[in-house]
């Protein structure tokens, strides 16, 4: 079962109000939708994802708190629309949890993952757009070094590449960790396919444009006083989160909440490893 990262951090930065309207924008399995729920007496979450299966997972886990809750189903580009949806104009916090969850990547038949078989799919909505088997078997040769070199910032980017257009066609996920560490074996606790599986699932996700999508629509979504936090796992996204964070405040749009990332405790590093790469940022709005 998917674990909340940094709940405790999340909730107080977003300062909820038994009374106020916030928005989960990646509700996941629920967790943070449900601590923010619980906080609510008359007021209201609206809880957002793309996977619709976790969306229904995540109605099955709320479901006593179901009057606090409306469930909506899009990418970060229709946040607006789900607020506006659920009946309102703007919102008083905002948070996005930028990490896959534990179900995506333990279900073999979504792809994500080379811990067991499975096909090629890695698509956080599994009922639209191309797939991690379009990718590995259609593009051409530069085009898969390019984006495992930029998105998996893998120096070995292009002998992985050429190791994936021989081996063509590629069947399933355990065939293409195999086809990777053998053109790259490896030197070190990492698996040589690691950052190939996280550049394939970043381009199949669009989820360098999610985040700028999110970046441009959230602060235009909170009321005077409303609060943003976003939590990133990978470097490429944290960066991109504090020059927004940095030119909101430059632009004396917002408040910077935090001057450096905030981190996950020991404490919750050893009880949940997946969180240790998490960075919480928040800011303000005036």
Do not use: W
């Not at 990978?234 to 935090?258: H, N």
Request: aromatic share 4%; net charge neutral.
């Amino acid at each position: 079962m998917h674990v909340t990262v940094m709940p405790a951090e999340s909730l107080d930065l977003l300062a909820v109000k038994p009374d106020g309207v916030y928005l989960d924008c990646t509700t996941g399995l629920g967790g943070h939708t449900r601590l923010i729920a619980e906080r609510l007496t008359t007021g209201f979450v609206i809880a957002n994802d793309r996977d619709p299966q976790s969306l229904a997972m995540a109605r099955e886990n709320t479901a006593e708190l179901a009057h606090r809750i409306c469930f909506h189903y899009g990418g970060f580009g229709s946040l607006a629309e789900a607020v506006s949806q659920a009946g309102f104009a703007k919102v008083d916090g905002l948070l996005a949890d930028l990490g896959v969850s534990r179900f995506q990547l333990t279900e073999p038949s979504r792809g994500f993952s080379f811990q067991q078989d499975g096909p090629l799919d890695m698509r956080m909505d599994p009922t639209r757009g191309e797939t991690a088997d379009d990718l590995v078997n259609h593009s051409n040769e530069k085009t898969l070094a390019d984006l495992i070199y930029q998105f998996g910032e893998e120096r070995r980017a292009r002998r992985i590449a050429r190791a994936i257009v021989r081996a063509r066609p590629l069947r399933s996920t355990l065939h293409l960790a195999d086809v990777v560490e053998r053109a790259v074996p490896r030197t070190g606790r990492l698996h040589p396919a690691t950052k190939t599986f996280m550049a394939l699932r970043m381009a199949v996700n669009d989820e360098p444009g999610e985040l700028r999508r999110l970046l441009e629509v959230g602060p235009g979504l909170l009321n005077g006083g409303g609060r943003m936090v976003v939590i990133s796992f990978m470097s490429i996204d944290d960066r991109e989160v504090k020059e927004k964070f940095r030119a909101l405040g430059r632009e004396g749009r917002a408040v910077i909440l935090t001057k450096h990332p905030l981190v996950p405790s020991e404490e919750e590093c050893a009880r949940n490893p997946a969180s240790r790469s998490a960075r919480l940022r928040a800011v303000e709005l005036k």
